[in-house]
């Protein structure tokens, strides 16, 4: 099992930038691909990036690429996700995901063993 506990969320300007943590414990956190998705009011969720355990592999979405920067520290067992040029159509909770393996490009919520609880994001314009 792993708990995950987001934190980082706010409210920010267009163009500002947000720093989203993730601390993980439980089983070997190294272990586990991490990931974000997030939910917009009225919308499904949809993936944000995804790293593996070693750090080494990282997708983004998209609507991430070139402004959001998804990072992990094993020895702190926490992930981040570092977003800049933020726009009101990011406004959002954000959800920090973690993978059963070590390596994932799943971008489906249904593939994603564990969860946290969200934290939100507001961008105003």
């Known amino acids: 099992q792993v708990q995950l506990v987001e934190s980082g969320g706010g409210l920010v300007q267009a163009g500002g930038s947000l720093r989203l943590s993730c601390a993980a414990s439980?089983?070997?956190?190294?272990?586990?691909?991490m990931g974000w998705f997030r939910q917009a009011p009225g919308k499904e969720r949809e993936f944000v990036a995804v790293?593996?355990?070693?750090?080494?592999?990282?997708y983004y979405a998209d609507s991430a690429k070139g402004r959001f920067t998804i990072s992990r520290d094993n020895a702190k067992n926490t992930v981040y996700l570092q977003m800049n040029s933020l726009k009101p159509e990011d406004t959002a909770v954000y959800y920090c995901?973690?993978?059963?393996?070590?390596?994932?490009?799943?971008?489906?919520?249904?593939?994603?063993?564990?969860w946290g609880q969200g934290t939100q994001v507001t961008v105003s314009s």
């Open positions: 995901v973690a993978d059963s393996t070590s390596y994932s490009r799943a971008t489906t919520p249904a593939q994603y063993d564990y």
């Open positions: 439980g089983r070997t956190f190294s272990r586990n691909a």
């Open positions: 790293i593996s355990w070693s750090g080494t592999n990282i």
